[in-house]
């Protein structure tokens, strides 16, 4: 810097936040990766935790006094290397992972659940994804690294608008210049090449950056042709280089640095050139000022920090306290907190200083992805930092600034991702709630936590539950819902079934069996007295032999009485007639384990998902082989199968080959196709098991041991998945069971009754839809239902080869209305507020509009009594010559209390004067009771109405006039 001219920012300060502002009780976790592990928007705070695959979501400022809640986004199946928020939308974050994928995530505001799933999901790319940087100016476009490759997608569209060409090495940094047009990376190779994509796929410049090929950042200063780069030189030192593409074959000036292991994390700000430098496993942040003349780096300060530095990020220059002088703000990860650290210059007076805030990018897109790609240059909106404030003398600036700068609803590329991220499920908005505790039942004891990974764990129809026990003999309680409350401290009656129970099954159509599968490979039907069980049974009502292993799960048919299937260990799945207690039917062409098995919403078909990594689907009466096949889940973990979409699609749980959760959508005609979509939800030991209501073509899913039950509406054709709220419990629970639609309270618009099995009590969920005009019955939630529990047919006659369709009932409770049929609602007319109008009037405008209106006198705008008392005799006179003298008197004296009652100038009451106004004559009552203030030309008004009246020879009375 020349030494006649002094640096504005030569005075900044740098203020570590006090203790109360910092983020604490985190569990941060940094990975082997070249990101900073934390990025920051205007709202939010994304940074890595030490779960693999998981992010931490905080706001970015706290409301109140409330504490920010952290919470957690599983994001990935494996460790996320980088993250970037878009420049022109808050709310969507870009993550990359390990396991080579790209996930775009829509992220709720404060308050809301986040996503289970992402938007969309870019790749799988070969090798794991290193880097990631939106584009400033266009919307929609994305840079990413994967080992040697460099990418530029067009995020919308799924695809990827060009491939740079292949560097030396491991990709380090790829970071795009202000105006969008090159791309800037730093490799292991030790060079630092310029692209600029949209001319070839090639570098046009290339450099030596650094001796050596340690971790090496890159960053585009303010001036369109300066890079900062940062790294080790051949003693493994830190270093710091400034470029100059006109002259790329040296650098500008170096600047050389301590020795440390650790990656030197490079925060560089444009607008104002302040250069931040961060080594990770260090507790000191330096700061420089990158300068276009020599010296290109001056010293500014240095802030030491409390604790390790494991990760650092810029926050965004339109949400600094401007009026504050704070030119910089810098987010501190370490293991335990996130630390803000402020830096200020210090100014006397409290204004905007212009010469410290330049004109800053806003949150507008100059264009979009196809407009970019074409060639356009178009730089994105600048907007001055003061529009976002709420100044004292303009208090209303705050919302048409933020309205202009938004973004929302002025992009086409913006809106071409929200609909992306869309559409969106009318159930978006459920709310689970746990029942008063009144409806609970409470001190179950000695509970089977063990049950097969096939068995949901406990069943429960419309008025008992039954529920394994872990003591021996393989014993099952049979708990009445109508009878909630606290069990008995003594030992409950059971069923003795003399062998450990691997699944149970109620009857649909008969209330009162309970089937039970055993490891002896029996399956014992048992029959509940309709008073409940009171005593110990010991003898089942029958006994169904045949399988030779012991049995996996059981699955009554949906429409005919006294069927039942059952899969076993030896891998045959067996059709019963429960009326001839004899086995019918015999499915074979399984090699391994049978997960799960399902009959069609018809009853004609039954689909297996197996762990030799197949589907099928059977048609039992037509063959003892599967009709189709297809692949299944690639984990060999456990899956369920259930029929989807009024049985045209087959929706299967299970894992991927690297454990993460996933759903799969087939359809139902053409397995052998693969599945129609594949959603990756999150890494849990458990199989979700899924609970559909086919009414509203809603899923919920849980497994044993979680405690976040996920709701998702499903579709046939694209998106197929539409997520909605899901029920967060604060301890896990053992089983979760969707009970029959008519226990739904349908007046509270509760679409779905589940029971919530934990450690020690069983608690319904209710699930509700918020609606405004819940006195009417929601049509659109409730279509008519299946009656469920009457059979269509026989065993006999459906073993015979027919086939029946259900009744439908309607669940409209007597005495509503569907609200297909309401009324419409006049739609409320809305006023804007009178400071709107008023704030954009010139002052002779409001006289205009408070004064009376054109064709009044003069007397009338100028608020004096007399002139008023003189217009009234004028308008009097002519009409009744001298007889209301005595009338004229009264209203004289009225004038003279009001007029020292209430001061009354052009239509505003004085403050002062509001208290005794409340003590006037009646004749001001009425005006009172109307809260319309009065001036002198409405009381002339009055009197001019009150003349005609008393010249048409009717009575008028002062409180009437007045």
Not at 324 to 331: D, G, I, S, W
Not at 786 to 791: A, D, L, R
Not at 792 to 800: D, N
Request: glycine share 8%; proline share 7%.
């Amino acid at each position: 810097m020349s030494r006649f001219k002094v640096s504005k920012f030569r005075h900044t300060e740098a203020r570590p936040s006090r203790r109360e502002a910092w983020i604490s009780d985190i569990r941060a976790g940094t990975t082997a990766s070249c990101g900073n592990h934390i990025k920051s928007s205007c709202h939010l705070i994304a940074f890595n935790s030490d779960r693999p695959g998981v992010l931490g979501i905080v706001p970015l400022e706290s409301q109140g006094e409330d504490k920010r809640q952290v919470t957690y986004l599983g994001c990935h199946s494996d460790l996320v290397t980088d993250l970037d928020f878009s420049p022109f939308d808050d709310f969507l974050l870009a993550t990359g992972s390990a396991d080579r994928t790209v996930k775009l995530w829509r992220l709720p505001a404060s308050g809301q659940a986040l996503p289970s799933v992402p938007g969309l999901v870019l790749g799988p790319e070969p090798v794991q994804v290193e880097v990631l940087h939106f584009h400033p100016t266009a919307d929609g476009v994305l840079a990413s690294a994967a080992g040697m490759a460099v990418k530029v997608w067009d995020v919308a569209k799924h695809q990827a608008l060009t491939e740079l060409a292949a560097h030396g090495d491991l990709v380090q940094a790829a970071v795009w210049s202000r105006d969008g047009a090159l791309l800037g990376t730093i490799c292991k190779d030790k060079q630092l090449r310029i692209f600029d994509p949209r001319t070839k796929p090639g570098a046009s410049q290339s450099t030596e950056a650094h001796k050596n090929g340690k971790d090496g950042r890159l960053a585009w200063t303010g001036i369109q042709e300066h890079l900062v780069s940062t790294g080790f030189n051949q003693m493994r030192e830190h270093e710091v280089k400034v470029w100059d593409t006109r002259h790329f074959s040296s650098a500008l000036a170096s600047l050389t640095l301590d020795t440390s292991p650790g990656s030197l994390m490079l925060l560089l700000d444009p607008d104002s050139g302040l250069l931040i430098l961060a080594g990770k496993g260090e507790s000191r942040l330096s700061c420089y000022e990158v300068l276009p003349q020599q010296p290109a780096l001056s010293p500014v300060t240095q802030c030491l920090l409390e604790s390790v530095l494991r990760g650092a990020a810029l926050v965004p220059r339109r949400a600094l306290a401007i009026m504050n002088c704070e030119v910089l703000r810098v987010l501190q990860l370490s293991n335990t907190a996130i630390v803000p650290v402020s830096y200020h210059v210090p100014r006397k007076a409290v204004e905007f200083h212009e010469d410290l805030f330049p004109d800053t990018a806003g949150c507008v897109p100059a264009s979009d992805p196809h407009a970019w790609w074409a060639g356009s240059n178009q730089q994105e909106g600048f907007s001055s930092p003061l529009s976002s404030l709420a100044s004292p003398s303009t208090p209303s600036s705050l919302g048409p600034s933020l309205s202009s700068t938004s973004g929302i609803g002025t992009s086409p590329s913006q809106r071409s991702l929200q609909s992306l991220l869309g559409p969106s499920s009318k159930f978006r908005h459920a709310q689970g709630t746990v029942l008063h505790r009144d409806s609970h039942i409470t001190n179950l004891k000695g509970l089977n936590l063990t049950t097969p990974g096939e068995s949901d764990g406990f069943c429960a129809n419309r008025l008992r539950v039954a529920v394994p026990l872990l003591s021996s003999g393989g014993q099952v309680a049979v708990l009445e819902l109508q009878k909630p409350g606290r069990l008995p401290d003594t030992a409950l009656p059971t069923l003795q079934n003399g062998a450990a129970v691997t699944d149970l099954a109620w009857d649909p159509f008969d209330p009162y069996r309970l089937a039970v599968g055993g490891e002896d490979a029996r399956i014992r039907l048992w029959r509940v007295p309709p008073e409940g069980l009171q005593e110990v049974l010991t003898t089942p009502e029958a006994v169904l032999t045949g399988h030779t292993e012991k049995i996996y799960s059981l699955r009554f048919h949906p429409l005919a009485a006294d069927l039942l299937a059952s899969s076993s260990y030896d891998l045959t799945i067996r059709i019963w007639d429960l009326q001839a207690r004899a086995e019918q039917l015999r499915l074979q062409g399984h090699r391994d384990q049978i997960f799960s098995l399902a009959w069609s919403p018809s009853g004609q078909h039954l689909a297996t998902v197996c762990k030799d990594g197949y589907l099928r689907v059977y048609e039992p009466r037509g063959g003892p082989e599967p009709l189709q096949e297809g692949p299944g889940p690639e984990g060999a973990r456990g899956a369920r199968v259930v029929w989807v979409c009024d049985g045209q699609c087959l929706l299967v749980s299970g894992f991927d080959s690297r454990s993460e959760r996933q759903l799969l959508l087939y359809p139902a005609e053409a397995l052998a196709g693969g599945p129609l979509a594949v959603l990756g939800l999150d890494v849990a030991p458990s199989t979700l098991l899924p609970s559909y209501d086919p009414d509203t073509s809603l899923v919920l899913l849980t497994g044993k041991g979680d405690t976040r039950v996920f709701l998702y509406e499903l579709l046939p054709e694209a998106p197929f998945f539409l997520e909605c709220n899901s029920f967060t419990s604060t301890d896990p629970h053992k089983g979760f069971i969707l009970l029959p639609k008519t226990e739904c309270d349908v007046r509270e618009v509760e679409f779905a009754r589940c029971l919530r099995l934990r450690q020690t009590s069983l608690e319904p969920v209710a699930f509700r839809l918020p609606r405004v005009r819940k006195e009417f019955f929601q049509d659109d939630v409730f279509p008519d239902t299946t009656v469920s529990w009457e059979p269509v047919l026989s065993a006999k006659a459906w073993l015979g080869g027919a086939n029946g369709q259900p009744r439908l009932i309607s669940l409209q409770p007597p005495g509503m209305s569907p609200v297909s049929q309401a009324p419409r609602e006049a739609p409320a007319r809305r006023v804007p507020s009178s400071a709107i109008y008023l704030e954009e009037k010139s002052d002779q405008q409001k006289k205009e509009e408070v004064g009376p209106g054109e064709g009044w006198p003069m007397w009338a705008c100028t608020g004096s009594w007399l002139h008023l008392v003189i217009a009234f005799s004028s308008l009097v006179q002519p009409r009744l010559g001298h007889e209301p003298v005595s009338h004229f008197s009264r209203f004289g004296s009225s004038l003279g209390r009001s007029s020292r009652a209430l001061k009354l100038t052009h239509g505003v009451q004085d403050a002062g004067s509001q208290g005794r106004a409340e003590e006037a004559s009646s004749g001001l009552a009425q005006s009172k009771q109307s809260q319309v203030p009065l001036g002198p030309w409405h009381i002339f008004e009055r009197l001019r109405q009150c003349a005609e009246t008393a010249a048409l020879g009717l009575q008028c009375c002062e409180s009437a006039c007045l």
